[in-house]
C-alpha cells in the first residue's frame, strides 16, 4: 500500500483553486498554490493536508504514519529552493506556520511567525542581515507567539514584560524600543515561559515546528473555532489545513511593512483601494492596534516603487479571481510578498455592487455576476437593521431563532390584549410582544408590535409564520428565558425585564438586546434591480408567495412575485364578525346549524378571495381549504370562555364539553385539513363557493381569477377525489364552471401522500410540497416542541447540518420529495408541482427544490427576492454540468 | 367493439371455484355452476354477473347495454333444456331469482322464488302437476315475495290476511289450508299489492323477472347490506350476482320438501350431518319458524331412498370441496335438487378439529388444513367469552373497537385509585375500570379490574396495548358514551351507567352491556396442538411476543413465543419507589443530580431484566431503551403534585414550572426515544448498565442470555451511532464485552428511518418496525385522536378499508416498510428485521410481513398462536406461488 500524501509543496499543486483541492488544502492552503501558479509574489512553502488533520484526531492525537516523513522531505525541498537551512548555522530558515480551512476562519486558529528562530539563529540572522534589531524583535514575537499558542502562556503576560521595558526607556511604542531593549527581554521571557509552563522553551527548531503543527491540529477544536462553525453552519468534519511557509520579515527596518487590503470597498462595493499598512512591523501588529496603521494608497509616499507593484497585484487579483479579493502582503527590504488571499466578506449592498460592476467591466458573465451574490444576504437590504456599530457595543441578553427577519426596537408587553390597548391610544407605541409562544388568538397583539420574541417554538411556529407574513421581526424559541405573562415580566439569567422595558430584537441573527439600539432604513438600489433582472432571465422555476390578503399580496407583486403559492383560509376565520360564526358553527349539533353558520362566514370568505384575485389579475393564486383543527377556534382561558357562552346563549358546561370533545392530544396529527372536509363537508363546500362568487364578481370587473383550489393534509387519493367532488360541484352550481380558469390539486405534506403520489397524481392538476409538516411527519419532529433536543442536534451532536424547519432535509424529506415528483410526472407529466411552506424562501432549499424538478417555489413576501435569486443560481449551475 | 357478456348459463362456465370467477359470478352463482360441472342434481338456470350489477349502478340504476339481449338469448337456451317456456301456455316455467355477492351475506339480500306464476300459469301447473294445492301455495307465496320485494309492500301485511284465512277455518299451519283457501288467497293478495303499490301485480312473467333482476340488483345497497359489508369488512365494489334458476317445488306434497344441511357439525367440527328439513315447503319456510324443522337424519325415514342419495352427496360435496360445506336442497316429488352450497361458517374449535381430522381422513394435506383455520379465530379459544345464546337476548347499549380480546364482567368503576381499593379489600371483587381514556398513571387501576372500558382511544391507545399485555379485556373508543370520572358515572345516549352497576363488555366484538352475562371458559383441544405443530414446521417466520414482565413472558413461552419482540421499559418505571427515583431524576437541575437518581433505579431495572432474562433463557430479547417523554412520569393533577412537591421537598411552584417546562403541543412527535439519551446519555447508559449487569447475573447461574438492545425513535443514524457508543462501553465497563452475546439494533418508527435504511443498515444488528408509531407518522395521524375521522374514513367513506391501527396500511405504510427492507437488506445483508406493535397479531399483516421478506414478528402474549398460524398460512401461500 502506497502512503498517503499528507503535504504538498505550494508548487507542486497546479490548479488549486477547485472545491476539492480546497477542501484537502484548506483556502489559504489551496490558493498559496494557486498564487504560486500564477506567479504572484509568493514565499516558497508547503501545506499539511486536512485529511491529515482529520486522522490526527482520529488516531487520539498522534501525527498519522507518514506524516513526519513527508514534512521533512518537503522541508529540505524548501530548504533547497530558499538555499537556507532550518537552523542552519550559516543562513538559517525561517518559516511561519499558519492554519487554514476550505472557508476562512478568521482568528478562530492559530499561527506561529518566525519560527526557527533561537538563541544561536537569531544572532546569524542579525549578522547576515545586519539588523540586529529586526533580528531580537523576530526573536522576542516568537518566543511570545509559540509561548501562546504552544505552551498555554497567556499572551498578556508577554506583554506586561514588554510594556514594563517601555515604560523603563519611557517609550510609548514597539518600533522606539532599540536591538539592546529587544536582547534584554529575551531571557526575561524565557523565564517567564519557565514558570509558567514549567518547561524550557524549546531551542531545536524541528521541536519548534512540530510543536507548532500540533497546535494548529489542536486549534481546529477549540471552542471558539467550533462555535464559529457552528453559527456559520460550516462544517464539523472539515479539518484545517497547516501552512509552512518561508518568512518574510516586514520588520526589517523603514523599506519594509506589512498590510492587508481589499481590492474594492467591501462594505458599499466602490472600485477603491480599501486596506492599511504599517511600516517596520509583523502581520499582527495591524491588528493589534497599538500604532495605528496607514490607508493602503499612502504607500505611494512611502515606497512608490512597492505601490506601484501592488497596483498591479490588485488587478492581477480581480482577474484572476473574478472576486472581491481579501489579501495580505508583507514588504521585506522593498521587495512585495503576498502571504495569502481569500475572496472578501462584504455587505449585501457591496455583494451587488460588486457583481453588477464586474459584469459592466467584462470581467464577470452575466451568469458569474448573478452567482457572486449571497441570496440570504439580500434579507438585509429589505428590512430595517439594528445599526451595526452600535449593536457591537452591547452584549445579547439571549439569542434566540432568527424566525423573521429585521429589527424591531420597543417596550416589553406580555398579552396582546394589552399590546393592542397601547397601540389603539397611541399608534406610535413602539412595542415588542413577549410570550411563552403564541396562537391565532394573539394576531391583533402582533400585527400591534414591532416585533415579536418568543421563549418557545421553532422557525414554523405559530410567531415565526405569521411574523414573517406581516414582514414583521420576529426571534423565536428563545429558550433561555421564562415569560411569566399573568405578571408581566421575563427572566433570562439573573435578568428581570419587566412590562414596559425597552428591548432592541434582530430577527435577522436571533440576538435580544436591553434597552434601544438604533434602526437603520433598508435601502435598495438600481443595481439590486438590475441584478434581479438578470436574475428572472436565467431561473426556470416561477417564484410565488404565501399571501393572505391583498395587502400582503401586493407588497409581494412589488418584490417580483409570479402568483400566491399559499393563501391560507384559516387565518380569515379570526376577526370580528367571523370567528362568532366560525365558533357558532363548531357548537352547531347537526348539519342545520353548521350550514346556518356557514352561510354568515360566505361573504366574509367572499370578500377575501376577491380582493385577492383584483390584485393578482391573472396569476395563479392558490387557496388552501380550511386546514387547522376546529378547537383552535375557541377560546381557552375560563374568562373567555364564559363571556363566549353568554354570547352564544349556550351553558359554559356545554361549551367546556364541546372544548373538551374537540380537545386532542396531537392536534398536529389531528382532525383538520382535508378531515374536516371529510367529515363536515359543507365546510369546504362553502368556502369553494366563495371562491367561485369572488371570482364571477371579479371576472364581471374586467379582472382575470386564477383561483388553484388545494386541498390540505391529503394522505390518500380517496380523500381528494371525495373533496374534488365538492369542489366541482361548487363550480357548477355557482356558474364559474366554464367561465372560470381553475384548478384543484392537493398538499403533499402526509408522508403517504408523497409515497402514493402515483396514485394521486392522475387526478390533480397540481402539487405543492407544505414541507413544514412533511418535515414534522418524516422526522417524526413537532416544530412546537422540538427545540429541545433539536437546538442541541444541530449545534453540538451534528445529528443534521442545519435545522431542517429552515433548511430541507434533502437526505430524509428531500428524498421523500424526490420519489413523490418521480412517481407523480410519471403518472401525470403535465402535473405542475411547487412547495409552499418557509423553505421556499431557503436558498439551498431553492436549489434542492430546482434539481428535483419542481415548476415553482412559493415563499413569504420579504423572501420573494431571495428565492429569485437562489432559482437563478440553481437553473446556472444546473447549465454548467 | 364485441358487447361483454354480462350472462352464463350454469352449464358454460368450467373450473367456476376460483377467486376470479367467484367474484365475477358471485359466490353462488360460481358455486352452481361448479356443481353443475360436477353432476351435481342442480336445477339449471344463468347467472348475471356482478360486473352488470356494478355497471347498471354507474349507468344510474340502468340496465347495461346488452344485458336485456343476453338475459332473453340464456333464457331461451334454459327453455330448451327444460322443454318448458316462461308464461308458457304448455308448460310454463318457473324461475328462481336470487343474488349472491362473492362471499355469502346470508339474508341480507333479495330472493324471488316462483317467478312466471300468473292467473294463468297457475292453472296450467295445477292441472300439469295434479296439485291444484301446490299450486296455488305457489302462487300465494311468489305474491307475497315479489310484492315485498319488488313492490315494496310489506311482508307482514300479506302474513295478516293469510293469518286471517288459518283464523276462519280454525288451523293453525299453512299446510292444513287447502288448495280452495289458499287460491281465496288470490285476489286479496292482489288487491293489497294495488292498494299499497298503487299499481297491479304484473302478469307478464317477463315483466316479473325484469323487475325481479331490478330489485337483487338493487338491495345491493339497502342499509342493512352495507353495515353488513362494513361489519365483515368485505368489499363495497364487489357487487352482487343474479341467479335466475329454474324452479323446483318442495312444496307439491308429502314426497316433497326442502332442507339445509352442514356436512359436519359447524359448532364443534364433529363428523356428523347436521341440519333440518321440512316436507312439503319452499325453502322460507325453514327459516321462518312457524313450522319446526326435522333433523336431517329423520329423513331416512320418511324418505329413505332420498335420504341414501343425501348420504353421497355429503360425501360428494366434501370430497369436491374439500371444506365443511353448507347447503341447501329441494325434493320435488322425491327428487332431490341441490341449491347450493358454500363453504359453512364455523366456530374456532369447529375449524381447528374439521382442519385435522380431514387431513386424518387425507381429504386434505397438511398444508390445506392449515389454510382452512382463519387466524384470527383462534382468539376465541384462547380467551373467556361472553356466553353466545345469554348474548344474543341483549342489545349492546354501545360498541367500541374490539381493542383487547377476551370478556369482562364486572361492576363500573371510575378511577383507578378506587379499583385498586376495592380490589385490595376483596380480591374476588369483579370491576370494570372506565375511564375516558387511561394514562400510565391508571396501571394498578387496570391490573385490578376484569376489563376496560373507555371512551377514547384507538386500537393502540394505552388502554388497548396495556389490556393486550395484561391479557385482559378491553373495549376502548367507544365514542358514544360520556365519562364523568369524577362524580363517578357515565352516559349513553339517555342511559347512565352508575358508579358499582354491573356491566359485561366484550372485547373481541367492543359490545358493552348492562348487566351480568355468563362467561364461558376457553378450552384448548389437542387438535389445537396438532395443527400449531403442523404451523410451526411451514412457517419461516419467527413469532416474538411483546412482554414486559417475567410474567407476561411466561404466558407467551407457553403459547410458543420464540423470544421477546419488545420489552418496554417505561413500564418499568411507574411501580412505587421507581417512579420516585424517576421523577427525582426529572426534577435535577444538573447531571450529577440525574446520575445520583439514576443510581437508584439501577438495581430495580438490573431485576426486572434479570427475571426476563431467567425465563427467556436462550431466546433472543429485544429489550427497547426508554421512549416516552419524560412528562408522562409527573403527576397532572393538583393534588397529586402538591403531594409530590412535599415529598420531593421542592415547592409547588418549582414542580408546576418543570411539568409547564416539559408540557408538549404533540408529544408523539416530542422530546422522547433516543432523542432523550441524546441530550441526557445518562439514562441510557444506567439502561444498558442495567441489562448487562443482569445478563453477567444470570449468566452465572448457569441461564444463557441473549439481550437485543434496541434504540427508539431513531430518525438519522448519527443518533443511533450516538447511543450505540453508550451502549458499547457499558459492555466493555460491566465486563459483558466478550461473554454476553448481544446485539444492538433500532426500531424503525420514524418515516427517515426507513428512508434512509441504506445509512442505517450497515451500523446495525436488528431492525424492528414500529408500525404503531410509523403508521402515525405516515398517514399524519395521532392514534388517540384519530377515532373521530378514522371510523367514518373506514366505516362510511371507504379512505382505509380496514383500520390502519388495525392492519398495516399496505398501500402507504407498507410501500415505506417494503423500501426499508430492500434499502436495509442491500447494505447489510445480515440484517435481522421484525415487527413489534400490534400489527404483528393481525394475519393480514403478518403475510404482508412474510411477503416483503421480514424475519420474524412480535405481538403480545395471547395473539402468539394467531400469528404462528398466519405465519404459516403466509409461507404456504408463498409456496404455492
Same mark, same amino acid.
Given at each position: 500500500?502506497?502512503?498517503?500524501?499528507?503535504?504538498?509543496?505550494?508548487?507542486?499543486?497546479?490548479?488549486?483553486?477547485?472545491?476539492?483541492?480546497?477542501?484537502?488544502?484548506?483556502? *489559504?492552503?489551496?490558493?498559496?498554490?494557486?498564487?504560486?501558479?500564477?506567479?504572484?509574489?509568493?514565499?516558497?512553502?508547503?501545506?499539511?493536508?486536512?485529511?491529515?488533520?482529520?486522522?490526527?484526531?482520529?488516531?487520539?492525537?498522534?501525527?498519522?504514519?507518514?506524516?513526519?516523513?513527508?514534512?521533512?522531505?518537503?522541508?529540505?525541498?524548501?530548504?533547497?529552493?530558499?538555499?537556507?537551512?532550518?537552523?542552519?548555522?550559516?543562513?538559517?530558515?525561517?518559516?511561519?506556520?499558519?492554519?487554514?480551512?476550505?472557508?476562512?476562519?478568521?482568528?478562530?486558529?492559530?499561527?506561529?511567525?518566525?519560527?526557527?528562530?533561537?538563541?544561536?539563529?537569531?544572532?546569524?540572522?542579525?549578522?547576515?542581515?545586519?539588523?540586529?534589531?529586526?533580528?531580537?524583535?523576530?526573536?522576542?514575537?516568537?518566543?511570545?507567539?509559540?509561548?501562546?499558542?504552544?505552551?498555554?502562556?497567556?499572551?498578556?503576560?508577554?506583554?506586561?514584560?514588554?510594556?514594563?521595558?517601555?515604560?523603563?526607556?519611557?517609550?510609548?511604542?514597539?518600533?522606539?524600543?532599540?536591538?539592546?531593549?529587544?536582547?534584554?527581554?529575551?531571557?526575561?521571557?524565557?523565564?517567564?515561559?519557565?514558570?509558567?509552563?514549567?518547561?524550557?522553551?524549546?531551542?531545536?527548531?524541528?521541536?519548534?515546528?512540530?510543536?507548532?503543527?500540533?497546535?494548529?491540529?489542536?486549534?481546529?477544536?477549540?471552542?471558539?473555532?467550533?462555535?464559529?462553525?457552528?453559527?456559520?453552519?460550516?462544517?464539523?468534519?472539515?479539518?484545517?489545513?497547516?501552512?509552512?511557509?518561508?518568512?518574510?520579515?516586514?520588520?526589517?527596518?523603514?523599506?519594509?511593512?506589512?498590510?492587508?487590503?481589499?481590492?474594492?470597498? &467591501? +462594505?458599499?462595493?466602490?472600485?477603491?483601494?480599501?486596506?492599511?499598512?504599517?511600516?517596520?512591523?509583523?502581520?499582527?501588529?495591524?491588528?493589534?492596534? !497599538?500604532?495605528?496603521?496607514?490607508?493602503?494608497?499612502?504607500?505611494?509616499?512611502?515606497?512608490?516603487?512597492?505601490?506601484?507593484?501592488?497596483?498591479? !497585484?490588485?488587478?492581477?487579483?480581480?482577474?484572476?479571481?473574478?472576486?472581491?479579493?481579501?489579501?495580505?502582503?508583507?514588504?521585506? %527590504?522593498?521587495?512585495?510578498?503576498?502571504?495569502?488571499?481569500?475572496?472578501?466578506?462584504?455587505?449585501?449592498?457591496?455583494?451587488?455592487?460588486?457583481?453588477?460592476?464586474?459584469?459592466?467591466?467584462?470581467?464577470?458573465?452575466?451568469?458569474?455576476?448573478?452567482? *457572486?451574490?449571497?441570496?440570504?444576504?439580500?434579507?438585509?437590504?429589505?428590512?430595517?437593521?439594528?445599526?451595526?456599530?452600535?449593536?457591537?457595543?452591547?452584549?445579547?441578553?439571549?439569542?434566540?431563532?432568527?424566525?423573521?427577519?429585521?429589527?424591531?426596537?420597543?417596550?416589553?408587553?406580555?398579552?396582546?390584549?394589552?399590546? *393592542?390597548?397601547?397601540?389603539?391610544?397611541? #399608534?406610535?407605541?413602539?412595542?415588542?410582544?413577549?410570550?411563552?409562544?403564541?396562537?391565532?388568538?394573539?394576531?391583533?397583539?402582533?400585527?400591534?408590535?414591532?416585533?415579536?420574541?418568543?421563549?418557545?417554538?421553532?422557525?414554523?411556529?405559530?410567531?415565526?409564520?405569521?411574523?414573517?407574513?406581516?414582514?414583521?421581526?420576529?426571534?423565536?424559541?428563545?429558550?433561555?428565558?421564562?415569560?411569566?405573562?399573568?405578571? $408581566?415580566?421575563?427572566?433570562?439569567?439573573?435578568?428581570?425585564?419587566?412590562?414596559?422595558?425597552?428591548?432592541?430584537?434582530?430577527?435577522?441573527?436571533?440576538?435580544?438586546?436591553?434597552?434601544?439600539?438604533?434602526?437603520?432604513?433598508?435601502?435598495?438600489?438600481?443595481?439590486?434591480?438590475?441584478?434581479?433582472?438578470?436574475?428572472?432571465?436565467?431561473?426556470?422555476?416561477?417564484?410565488?408567495?404565501?399571501?393572505?390578503?391583498?395587502?400582503?399580496? *401586493?407588497?409581494?407583486?412589488?418584490?417580483?412575485?409570479?402568483?400566491?403559492?399559499?393563501?391560507?383560509?384559516?387565518?380569515?376565520?379570526?376577526?370580528?364578525?367571523?370567528?362568532?360564526?366560525?365558533?357558532?358553527?363548531?357548537?352547531?349539533?347537526?348539519?342545520?346549524?353548521?350550514?346556518?353558520?356557514?352561510?354568515?362566514?360566505?361573504?366574509?370568505?367572499?370578500?377575501?378571495?376577491?380582493?385577492?384575485?383584483?390584485?393578482?389579475?391573472?396569476?395563479?393564486?392558490?387557496?388552501?381549504?380550511?386546514?387547522?383543527?376546529?378547537?383552535?377556534?375557541?377560546?381557552?382561558?375560563?374568562?373567555?370562555?364564559?363571556?363566549?357562552?353568554?354570547?352564544?346563549?349556550?351553558?359554559?358546561?356545554?361549551?367546556?364539553?364541546?372544548?373538551?370533545?374537540?380537545?386532542?392530544?396531537?392536534?398536529?396529527?389531528?382532525?383538520?385539513?382535508?378531515?374536516?372536509?371529510?367529515?363536515? &363537508?359543507?365546510?369546504?363546500?362553502?368556502?369553494?363557493?366563495?371562491?367561485?362568487?369572488?371570482?364571477?364578481?371579479?371576472?364581471?370587473?374586467?379582472?382575470?381569477?386564477? &383561483?388553484?383550489?388545494?386541498?390540505?393534509?391529503?394522505?390518500?387519493?380517496?380523500?381528494?377525489?371525495?373533496?374534488?367532488?365538492?369542489?366541482?360541484?361548487?363550480?357548477? %352550481?355557482?356558474?364559474?364552471? $366554464?367561465?372560470?380558469?381553475?384548478?384543484?390539486?392537493?398538499?403533499?405534506?402526509?408522508?403517504?401522500?408523497?409515497?402514493?403520489?402515483?396514485?394521486?397524481?392522475?387526478?390533480?392538476?397540481?402539487? #405543492?410540497? $407544505?414541507?413544514?409538516?412533511?418535515?414534522?411527519?418524516?422526522?417524526?419532529?413537532?416544530?412546537?416542541?422540538?427545540?429541545?433536543?433539536?437546538?442541541?442536534?444541530?449545534?453540538?451532536?451534528?445529528?443534521?447540518?442545519?435545522?431542517?424547519?429552515?433548511?430541507? %432535509?434533502?437526505?430524509?424529506?428531500?428524498?421523500?420529495?424526490?420519489?413523490?415528483?418521480?412517481?407523480?410526472?410519471?403518472?401525470?407529466?403535465?402535473?405542475?408541482?411547487? !412547495?409552499?411552506?418557509?423553505?421556499?424562501?431557503? &436558498?439551498?432549499?431553492?436549489?434542492?427544490?430546482?434539481?428535483?424538478?419542481?415548476? %415553482?417555489?412559493?415563499?413569504?413576501?420579504?423572501?420573494?427576492?431571495?428565492?429569485?435569486?437562489?432559482?437563478?443560481?440553481? +437553473?446556472?449551475?444546473?447549465?454548467?454540468?
Amino acid at each position: 500500500m502506497t502512503e498517503k500524501q499528507w503535504v504538498y509543496s505550494f508548487d507542486e499543486v497546479k490548479g488549486a483553486n477547485t472545491q476539492e483541492w480546497i477542501f484537502k488544502l484548506g483556502n *489559504k492552503g489551496a490558493q498559496l498554490a494557486e498564487m504560486t501558479e500564477s506567479k504572484l509574489p509568493v514565499p516558497q512553502g508547503f501545506t499539511i493536508t486536512t485529511e491529515a488533520c482529520n486522522q490526527f484526531y482520529d488516531e487520539g492525537k498522534k501525527w498519522p504514519s507518514g506524516l513526519e516523513k513527508q514534512v521533512k522531505e518537503k522541508l529540505e525541498k524548501l530548504e533547497k529552493q530558499m538555499k537556507k537551512e532550518l537552523g542552519g548555522k550559516e543562513s538559517p530558515l525561517f518559516l511561519s506556520v499558519r492554519s487554514g480551512s476550505y472557508v476562512s476562519m478568521p482568528g478562530m486558529m492559530d499561527t506561529v511567525l518566525n519560527l526557527g528562530m533561537n538563541d544561536e539563529t537569531v544572532e546569524i540572522f542579525a549578522k547576515k542581515t545586519g539588523n540586529e534589531r529586526a533580528a531580537y524583535d523576530s526573536y522576542r514575537r516568537f518566543i511570545t507567539m509559540f509561548g501562546d499558542v504552544v505552551m498555554e502562556v497567556k499572551h498578556a503576560l508577554f506583554e506586561e514584560i514588554l510594556d514594563a521595558a517601555k515604560e523603563a526607556k519611557g517609550v510609548k511604542i514597539d518600533t522606539d524600543l532599540s536591538a539592546e531593549d529587544l536582547k534584554a527581554l529575551i531571557p526575561k521571557y524565557k523565564e517567564l515561559v519557565k514558570k509558567e509552563a514549567g518547561e524550557d522553551f524549546p531551542q531545536d527548531p524541528w521541536e519548534q515546528l512540530k510543536l507548532s503543527i500540533n497546535a494548529v491540529f489542536n486549534s481546529w477544536n477549540v471552542p471558539r473555532a467550533i462555535a464559529y462553525r457552528r453559527i456559520n453552519n460550516l462544517r464539523k468534519d472539515a479539518g484545517t489545513g497547516v501552512n509552512v511557509q518561508a518568512m518574510v520579515f516586514g520588520n526589517m527596518g523603514e523599506t519594509s511593512g506589512t498590510g492587508v487590503s481589499f481590492t474594492r470597498n &467591501p +462594505a458599499n462595493g466602490t472600485k477603491e483601494h480599501y486596506g492599511e499598512f504599517l511600516i517596520n512591523a509583523q502581520g499582527e501588529d495591524v491588528v493589534a492596534g !497599538i500604532r495605528t496603521p496607514r490607508p493602503v494608497d499612502e504607500l505611494k509616499e512611502v515606497l512608490p516603487e512597492v505601490y506601484k507593484e501592488l497596483l498591479e !497585484i490588485y488587478e492581477t487579483l480581480e482577474k484572476h479571481y473574478k472576486d472581491l479579493q481579501d489579501f495580505e502582503f508583507t514588504i521585506e %527590504d522593498k521587495k512585495l510578498y503576498l502571504l495569502q488571499t481569500r475572496n472578501g466578506k462584504r455587505t449585501a449592498q457591496a455583494a451587488i455592487k460588486i457583481a453588477v460592476d464586474m459584469e459592466k467591466e467584462k470581467l464577470l458573465t452575466k451568469e458569474e455576476a448573478i452567482l *457572486k451574490v449571497k441570496p440570504a444576504q439580500l434579507d438585509q437590504l429589505l428590512h430595517k437593521q439594528l445599526d451595526e456599530v452600535a449593536k457591537k457595543k452591547e452584549e445579547a441578553i439571549t439569542k434566540g431563532l432568527p424566525a423573521s427577519p429585521g429589527a424591531a426596537v420597543g417596550k416589553a408587553v406580555f398579552t396582546a390584549e394589552k399590546a *393592542k390597548e397601547l397601540f389603539e391610544a397611541n #399608534s406610535k407605541e413602539k412595542l415588542i410582544l413577549v410570550r411563552t409562544e403564541t396562537s391565532p388568538e394573539d394576531i391583533e397583539g402582533m400585527h400591534a408590535a414591532q416585533g415579536i420574541l418568543t421563549a418557545r417554538g421553532g422557525m414554523t411556529s405559530h410567531a415565526a409564520v405569521v411574523a414573517r407574513g406581516m414582514g414583521k421581526c420576529c426571534v423565536a424559541g428563545a429558550g433561555d428565558i421564562t415569560v411569566n405573562e399573568k405578571e $408581566g415580566f421575563f427572566t433570562v439569567g439573573e435578568l428581570k425585564v419587566n412590562d414596559g422595558d425597552w428591548l432592541s430584537i434582530d430577527g435577522s441573527t436571533g440576538e435580544v438586546f436591553e434597552g434601544q439600539i438604533p434602526l437603520v432604513e433598508p435601502t435598495l438600489s438600481g443595481d439590486f434591480e438590475t441584478l434581479m433582472g438578470w436574475a428572472d432571465s436565467f431561473r426556470t422555476m416561477k417564484v410565488k408567495t404565501n399571501a393572505d390578503t391583498p395587502k400582503d399580496a *401586493k407588497i409581494a407583486l412589488e418584490f417580483g412575485a409570479e402568483g400566491i403559492g399559499l393563501v391560507r383560509t384559516e387565518h380569515m376565520f379570526f376577526e370580528g364578525a367571523r370567528i362568532k360564526a366560525v365558533r357558532e358553527m363548531i357548537l352547531s349539533e347537526n348539519l342545520e346549524g353548521r350550514k346556518n353558520a356557514l352561510a354568515k362566514l360566505l361573504p366574509f370568505q367572499k370578500e377575501d378571495f376577491s380582493g385577492i384575485f383584483e390584485v393578482m389579475d391573472k396569476l395563479p393564486v392558490i387557496i388552501r381549504l380550511l386546514d387547522p383543527p376546529l378547537h383552535e377556534f375557541l377560546p381557552h382561558e375560563d374568562k373567555d370562555i364564559e363571556e363566549l357562552a353568554s354570547e352564544m346563549g349556550v351553558s359554559v358546561e356545554k361549551l367546556k364539553q364541546t372544548a373538551a370533545s374537540l380537545h386532542e392530544f396531537n392536534p398536529m396529527l389531528g382532525f383538520r385539513g382535508c378531515r374536516l372536509g371529510m367529515v363536515y &363537508p359543507e365546510i369546504n363546500e362553502m368556502q369553494a363557493t366563495a371562491i367561485f362568487q369572488a371570482a364571477l364578481e371579479q371576472k364581471e370587473k374586467g379582472v382575470t381569477p386564477n &383561483p388553484w383550489i388545494e386541498v390540505p393534509l391529503v394522505g390518500n387519493v380517496k380523500e381528494f377525489l371525495k373533496i374534488k367532488e365538492i369542489i366541482k360541484k361548487a363550480a357548477v %352550481d355557482t356558474g364559474a364552471e $366554464g367561465k372560470i380558469d381553475y384548478k384543484i390539486g392537493t398538499m403533499v405534506e402526509v408522508p403517504r401522500a408523497a409515497l402514493t403520489a402515483d396514485k394521486l397524481a392522475p387526478e390533480v392538476e397540481f402539487l #405543492s410540497f $407544505g414541507t413544514n409538516d412533511l418535515t414534522q411527519m418524516t422526522c417524526g419532529f413537532s416544530r412546537d416542541d422540538a427545540a429541545k433536543f433539536l437546538k442541541p442536534y444541530v449545534e453540538d451532536l451534528d445529528v443534521y447540518k442545519r435545522d431542517p424547519f429552515q433548511s430541507i %432535509d434533502q437526505e430524509g424529506v428531500g428524498l421523500l420529495m424526490e420519489i413523490c415528483v418521480e412517481k407523480a410526472r410519471k403518472a401525470n407529466p403535465k402535473i405542475e408541482i411547487g !412547495i409552499c411552506g418557509e423553505h421556499g424562501g431557503d &436558498p439551498e432549499s431553492v436549489e434542492f427544490c430546482h434539481r428535483i424538478g419542481l415548476n %415553482d417555489v412559493s415563499c413569504s413576501p420579504f423572501r420573494v427576492p431571495i428565492a429569485r435569486l437562489a432559482a437563478a443560481q440553481a +437553473a446556472i449551475k444546473d447549465k454548467k454540468k
